[in-house]
């Protein structure tokens, strides 16, 4: 079961390993250790957002979050891997549901499956422009409150980490993209693994229901050895990953409860390549709710930063127009939600279904391959391309919000302590911004954007000469299509000025 | 093999030709000048006994990205103008992290006082104007307005 690929000797960086962080990491309650003081900071942000000042570029619940942490998840995913996962303050309360031994059940099998991480972004990203997230605190506080409320509900209700696994936005985010960290867990030495009893990496050293089975029959039918579960032991992997068998980053939190749990000390936190995962063969599960997870989450951060420039405003005006939806008597606001519900729809849903099979058709047709892979095995060999230049939108979209408000989290601070009579920090200098200049972000914007789309063109390239063989060139051309189509509009895209809009009016 | 591995750097070349015309089309956040966009503020200002109300009109229906001046009037219970206020005028965007663009108001006589507001970003923004009289009275208004890139 354990790949060749991945060299096995314990000579490769093992961060679990290191002097004092490996130990701190591996400690029982390291993890608790991290998700308390993010605990302490959501409940901040919640109190601000509904306490504090309105004005978004004055409340913590806005900054924080739309400013920095998602200019942080980038460069974390990007240079070490899924650490927001790691102090997720939202799975403190679900470990308490799960101490409780409250769940039992499994998630319900149909919805085991991506499509639920892809309703759930979506449902975020078009609530985030719909809404107007970002320019309001209290709804912002609330969406924090909602995350916790679900967290736990789904933990109360469901034996393996469901919430986390299936439903969060955040963690399929991050899931996507963490793909390409330097950073996988796996184990020291396979051998062990295979002639471990416990399995205790993803059953836990307690469970309500193993994954693995390890109750083994003895003679007379009565089992030999009994798995005992108590609420006291360690959890093993609540998205239910096998450690020896992992080649991917795709649903790891990065918990790192399966180091905790397995009595050998066989796992590791090793070192890769960035990106490595993505162009090694048969890393991710041949699904298509996979490959649409990724697809689409790349076309999603076109469309997301698409309604912040001012292009959408004059498109959804044209889509009020064609559909006489001003005639019907709808306010601004029911024509802003069909329109920019529209927009959505097809440039995020849509776009990346349609088009990305119709890649995949075209590389089958060309290649000659149809007797050979199915539909569904011609796209998903592609779907990990789309990662880097997804991750491009992203950091550009993402890093533009980040670098032109670095530094107001600081005035954004002092006003809130001095609201609260600590002085002690002084008078807030409201003009600290971040980088004013606009081309310097500008040339940021389009080197990562142009970055992103050469590393999915060459990961690409990778797969189809694996997957195609001498028909490499011609099964590659469908996808670098697509690329060089997604890289053009990311581009005028993230040249357009920014128009941040509230409240939309329609003629 | 070979062509493949040409593709690569041939399409990336094609792209960033590509990308560099548009880009060159559409430059991020010019300082085109703005119309006579001015917005005009009334502010009255009571304290203790004496109110003041601030009212701000927008003479202008579409502000452009780019320095604009705005006007505020400051005017005491009686509706008479106060001079020698200080008139200071803060524009957030309501998006977060956007720096908020600070600048005070000269006076130009008459209880009227004129600041250069650089609307330097398209999108929704507040602004607020605080009036200080010498004697420490105050007043305030906000007006949500919108700047169009
Ligand atoms: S990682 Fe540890 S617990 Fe998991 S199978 Fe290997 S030896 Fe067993
Ligand atoms: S327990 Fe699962 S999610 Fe947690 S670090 Fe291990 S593999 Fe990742
Ligand atoms: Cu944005």
């Given at each position: 079961?354990?790949?060749?690929?991945?060299p096995?000797?314990?000579?490769?960086?093992?961060?679990l390993?290191l002097?004092?962080?490996?130990?701190?990491?591996?400690?029982r309650?390291?993890?608790l250790a991290?998700?308390?003081p993010?605990?302490?900071?959501a409940?901040?942000?919640?109190?601000d957002?509904?306490?504090?000042?309105?004005?978004?570029?004055?409340n913590?619940a806005?900054?924080?979050?739309w400013?920095?942490?998602r200019?942080?998840i980038?460069i974390?995913?990007?240079?070490?891997?899924?650490?927001?996962?790691?102090?997720?303050?939202?799975?403190l309360p679900?470990?308490?549901?799960k101490?409780?031994s409250?769940s039992?059940?499994?998630?319900?099998r149909?919805?085991?499956?991506?499509?639920?991480?892809?309703?759930?972004?979506?449902?975020?990203f078009?609530?985030y422009?719909w809404l107007?997230?970002?320019?309001?605190?209290?709804?912002?506080?609330?969406?924090?409150?909602?995350?916790f409320?679900?967290s736990?509900?789904f933990e109360?209700?469901?034996g393996?980490?469901?919430?986390?696994?299936?439903?969060?936005?955040?963690?399929?985010?991050?899931?996507v993209?963490?793909?390409?960290s330097p950073?996988?867990?796996?184990?020291?030495d396979?051998?062990?693994c295979q002639?471990?009893?416990g399995k205790e990496?993803?059953?836990?050293?307690?469970?309500?229901?193993?994954?693995?089975?390890?109750?083994?029959i003895?003679?007379n039918?009565a089992?030999?050895?009994?798995h005992?579960?108590?609420?006291?032991?360690?959890?093993?992997c609540?998205t239910?990953?096998?450690a020896?068998?992992?080649?991917?980053?795709?649903?790891?939190t990065?918990?790192?409860?399966?180091a905790?749990?397995?009595?050998h000390?066989?796992?590791g936190l090793?070192?890769?390549?960035?990106?490595?995962?993505?162009?090694?063969?048969?890393?991710?599960?041949?699904r298509?709710?996979v490959?649409?997870?990724?697809?689409?989450?790349a076309?999603?951060?076109l469309?997301?930063?698409f309604?912040m420039v001012?292009?959408?405003?004059?498109?959804?005006q044209?889509i009020s127009?064609t559909l006489?939806?001003?005639a019907?008597?709808?306010?601004?606001?029911?024509i802003?939600?069909?329109?920019l519900?529209?927009?959505?729809v097809v440039?995020?849903l849509?776009?990346?279904i349609?088009?990305?099979?119709?890649?995949?058709?075209?590389?089958?047709?060309?290649?000659?391959t149809?007797?050979?892979d199915n539909?569904?095995?011609?796209?998903?060999?592609f779907?990990?391309?789309?990662?880097?230049i997804?991750?491009?939108?992203?950091?550009?979209?993402y890093g533009f919000?980040f670098?032109?408000?670095?530094?107001?989290i600081?005035?954004?601070?002092q006003?809130?302590?001095l609201?609260?009579?600590?002085?002690?920090?002084?008078?807030p200098?409201w003009?600290?911004?971040?980088?004013?200049?606009?081309?310097v972000?500008g040339a940021?914007q389009?080197i990562?954007?142009?970055?992103?789309?050469?590393?999915?063109?060459?990961?690409?390239?990778?797969i189809?000469?694996?997957?195609?063989k001498?028909?490499?060139?011609t099964?590659l051309?469908?996808?670098?299509?697509l690329?060089?189509l997604?890289?053009?509009a990311?581009?005028?895209?993230?040249s357009?000025?920014?128009?941040?809009?509230?409240t939309v009016?329609f003629? | 093999?070979?062509?493949?591995?040409?593709?690569?750097?041939a399409l990336?070349?094609?792209?960033?030709?590509?990308?560099?015309?548009?880009?060159a089309?559409?430059?991020?956040?010019?300082?085109?000048p703005?119309?006579?966009a001015t917005?005009?503020?009334t502010?009255e200002?009571?304290l203790n006994?004496?109110?003041?109300t601030v009212?701000?009109?927008l003479?202008?229906e579409?502000?452009?990205?780019?320095?604009?001046?705005?006007?505020?009037?400051?005017?005491?219970a009686?509706?008479?103008p106060?001079?020698?206020?200080?008139?200071a005028?803060?524009a957030?965007m309501?998006h977060?992290?956007?720096?908020?663009?600070?600048?005070?108001?000269e006076?130009t006589?008459?209880g009227?006082?004129?600041?250069?507001?650089?609307w330097?970003?398209?999108?929704?923004w507040?602004l607020?104007?605080?009036?200080?009289?010498p004697?420490?009275?105050?007043g305030?208004?906000?007006?949500?307005t919108?700047?169009?890139?």
């Amino acid at each position: 079961m354990t790949p060749a690929s991945i060299p096995q000797a314990a000579t490769r960086f093992d961060v679990l390993r290191l002097p004092l962080i490996g130990r701190l990491l591996r400690w029982r309650w390291g993890r608790l250790a991290v998700q308390i003081p993010m605990f302490a900071l959501a409940a901040l942000l919640v109190y601000d957002g509904f306490t504090g000042s309105p004005l978004a570029s004055q409340n913590l619940a806005t900054v924080a979050p739309w400013v920095h942490y998602r200019g942080l998840i980038i460069i974390a995913l990007f240079f070490v891997g899924n650490l927001f996962c790691m102090a997720c303050p939202f799975t403190l309360p679900r470990t308490l549901g799960k101490r409780l031994s409250l769940s039992k059940r499994r998630f319900p099998r149909v919805l085991r499956s991506k499509a639920v991480a892809i309703a759930s972004l979506f449902a975020l990203f078009f609530a985030y422009e719909w809404l107007d997230l970002w320019a309001s605190p209290a709804l912002t506080a609330w969406v924090i409150v909602g995350y916790f409320v679900a967290s736990f509900a789904f933990e109360a209700f469901f034996g393996e980490s469901a919430f986390c696994k299936y439903v969060c936005p955040l963690g399929s985010f991050n899931f996507v993209y963490s793909t390409v960290s330097p950073l996988q867990i796996s184990v020291r030495d396979a051998s062990v693994c295979q002639t471990c009893v416990g399995k205790e990496c993803v059953n836990g050293s307690y469970s309500p229901q193993p994954v693995v089975l390890i109750d083994s029959i003895g003679v007379n039918g009565a089992p030999d050895i009994t798995h005992t579960h108590t609420p006291q032991g360690i959890p093993g992997c609540g998205t239910l990953l096998f450690a020896p068998q992992m080649q991917s980053n795709l649903d790891c939190t990065l918990c790192l409860d399966c180091a905790r749990a397995c009595p050998h000390g066989n796992v590791g936190l090793f070192g890769r390549g960035i990106g490595a995962e993505l162009s090694r063969p048969k890393a991710w599960p041949a699904r298509y709710d996979v490959a649409f997870l990724v697809i689409a989450l790349a076309f999603m951060g076109l469309v997301n930063a698409f309604g912040m420039v001012p292009p959408v405003y004059d498109l959804m005006q044209r889509i009020s127009d064609t559909l006489g939806l001003r005639a019907l008597g709808l306010t601004d606001m029911g024509i802003e939600t069909i329109a920019l519900g529209l927009i959505f729809v097809v440039g995020g849903l849509i776009a990346p279904i349609g088009l990305s099979l119709a890649a995949a058709g075209a590389a089958r047709a060309l290649t000659r391959t149809t007797k050979r892979d199915n539909l569904r095995v011609a796209l998903t060999t592609f779907a990990p391309a789309f990662v880097p230049i997804g991750l491009g939108f992203w950091a550009a979209h993402y890093g533009f919000h980040f670098l032109i408000g670095l530094f107001s989290i600081v005035p954004v601070t002092q006003g809130f302590l001095l609201d609260h009579g600590i002085t002690l920090f002084g008078q807030p200098n409201w003009a600290l911004g971040g980088i004013t200049d606009l081309t310097v972000i500008g040339a940021f914007q389009a080197i990562v954007v142009i970055a992103g789309y050469g590393a999915s063109l060459w990961t690409a390239q990778k797969i189809a000469l694996r997957a195609y063989k001498r028909q490499g060139f011609t099964g590659l051309l469908p996808w670098a299509l697509l690329f060089t189509l997604m890289l053009l509009a990311g581009l005028w895209l993230f040249s357009q000025p920014m128009e941040m809009r509230g409240t939309v009016l329609f003629d | 093999m070979r062509p493949i591995l040409s593709l690569v750097p041939a399409l990336l070349l094609a792209a960033l030709l590509a990308g560099c015309r548009q880009s060159a089309g559409g430059t991020p956040i010019p300082t085109q000048p703005a119309p006579d966009a001015t917005i005009e503020a009334t502010a009255e200002v009571t304290l203790n006994a004496e109110s003041l109300t601030v009212t701000i009109a927008l003479t202008d229906e579409v502000l452009l990205v780019g320095v604009a001046p705005v006007t505020v009037t400051v005017t005491d219970a009686d509706g008479e103008p106060v001079t020698g206020a200080t008139v200071a005028l803060r524009a957030d965007m309501t998006h977060a992290g956007m720096a908020p663009v600070l600048a005070s108001a000269e006076e130009t006589g008459d209880g009227v006082y004129v600041a250069q507001v650089d609307w330097n970003m398209g999108g929704d923004w507040v602004l607020t104007i605080t009036a200080t009289t010498p004697d420490g009275r105050t007043g305030s208004a906000t007006l949500e307005t919108r700047v169009e890139s």
